[in-house]
């Protein structure tokens, strides 16, 4: 049933079709039943527990068969992932979950990232000005990045220097982490989809892009 | 399936994702981990304390107030802040502000990131699949099918919180509004006008 999930997961949802009308539910309660509720708990929980960052939980959710992640609610994938975690970490194993859960307890595929031993020194120093062409490097990484499928290899334009942040691509599978500048990067329609339409922006760390100058 | 613990006057059946909850959370608090009780609080504090009721504060201020309104475009987290909102995932606030010729949207097409101080936590719709498909492929068509037509001669800015940054759109104030107190402005901004999927 994991046979797919490695590369590209099906988290990575922008510009896919056919999932039909956004279903908007009028005066919608924080939390519909209160095993919700419960879930929010436990991955708050986790992570206050300090035994995964932010980049390890959500690659854990990534890694989720993508039919059980396109049938489950986001409170089930946050349970999904908290699970997987703990059992990769050892504090708890799939028997207990399973015999205390009184049936299957489905957890996320293996986690197949490479890790960036050593991550290297830190990079402070934004490479591009506001304004910049750049190009979103092509790849498709076997672990946890925060680059997305449709802006791979387009290009577009730095709009905003935001934060040096931690790159998710190293915290999720490496003992250490770097951090780097991270922008807003405009793109054009045609170069997403082809057509006419309205610019999309996205948030991309620094080593996601290339510098562009060509056509 | 098991029987929902401790629910001795109305006993059904519990769904597979509840036994697995409380088993999760049974294995972590026996284990250590995480202690539900401390948790409660937190989490009843999200329920409560945090959601849209904020982020109309910010907006309303904003439109009453022209240097609140520029420090919150210069730097948002700071500007919100203010206002005495922020924590996690507010952190690295940008506000966009719509315009007569420029409308912003926001998504998270990789998951399910949200402005927690001033939106709190996302409606279902925000975290399932069709929105966070379709709102970067067809902004235009996506939102006049969510009852929020825009202008031809409007230009759409999707912003997609793939990194660091969380996102709140500032709505234009209404016409009609010039004599409405700065209470009554944050009574009439709504979640979706600062996800940027209606307007006021």
């Keep these: 049933m994991w046979s797919n999930v490695f590369v590209d997961g099906v988290h990575d949802l922008g510009g896919m079709q056919g999932f039909g009308a956004v279903e908007v539910e009028p005066d919608e309660p924080v939390f519909h039943e209160p095993w919700e509720r419960r879930a929010v708990v436990i991955t708050f929980g986790a992570f206050l527990s300090?035994?995964?960052?932010?980049?390890?939980?959500?690659?854990?959710?990534?890694?989720?068969?993508?039919?059980?992640?396109?049938?489950?609610?986001?409170y089930e994938h946050w349970t999904t992932g908290v699970a997987t975690r703990m059992v990769e970490l050892g504090l708890v194993t799939v028997d207990e979950l399973e015999q205390r859960a009184g049936g299957a307890f489905p957890l996320s595929g293996p986690d197949r990232g490479i890790a960036t031993d050593p991550p290297g020194d830190d990079v402070i120093a934004p490479r591009y000005v506001v304004g910049d062409h750049v190009r979103v490097r092509n790849w498709h990484p076997p672990g946890h990045t925060r680059c997305p499928r449709y802006a791979r290899g387009r290009q577009g334009t730095i709009a905003r220097i935001d934060i040096v942040a931690s790159v998710p691509d190293i915290e999720a599978h490496s003992e250490g982490q770097r951090s780097e500048p991270t922008y807003s990067v405009r793109f054009e329609s045609e170069e997403l989809w082809g057509e006419p339409g309205d610019p999309v922006h996205v948030d991309l760390w620094e080593s996601y892009l290339e510098p562009f100058d060509g056509h | 399936m098991g029987t929902e613990a401790g629910s001795h006057h109305h006993p059904r059946p519990t769904s597979p994702i509840e036994d697995r909850v409380a088993a999760l959370e049974a294995l972590l608090a026996e284990k250590g981990i995480v202690d539900p009780n401390t948790l409660d609080d937190i989490v009843a504090y999200y329920e409560n304390e945090l959601g849209p009721m904020n982020g109309a504060k910010v907006i309303a201020r904003a439109w009453v107030d022209p240097e609140y309104r520029d420090r919150l475009l210069d730097n948002g987290t700071a500007a919100i802040h203010e206002l005495g909102f922020g924590g996690p995932e507010g952190d690295n606030m940008v506000v966009v502000a719509n315009t007569p010729s420029i409308h912003n949207v926001v998504v998270c097409t990789l998951c399910s990131c949200y402005p927690w101080p001033v939106l709190g936590l996302p409606p279902r719709w925000y975290k399932a699949p069709p929105y966070r498909a379709r709102m970067v492929r067809e902004p235009r068509a996506l939102l006049r099918e969510m009852g929020c037509s825009i202008d031809d001669d409007v230009e759409i800015r999707v912003w997609d919180s793939s990194a660091e940054v969380r996102y709140l759109v500032l709505p234009m104030r209404p016409e009609g509004t010039e004599a409405s107190s700065e209470e009554e402005l944050a009574g009439i901004v709504t979640r979706d006008s600062m996800i940027g999927v209606a307007v006021l």
Excluded: V
């Design chain 1, 50 to 74: 300090g035994t995964s960052n932010g980049g390890q939980f959500r690659h854990a959710i990534e890694r989720m068969d993508a039919a059980h992640y396109l049938d489950s609610s986001y």
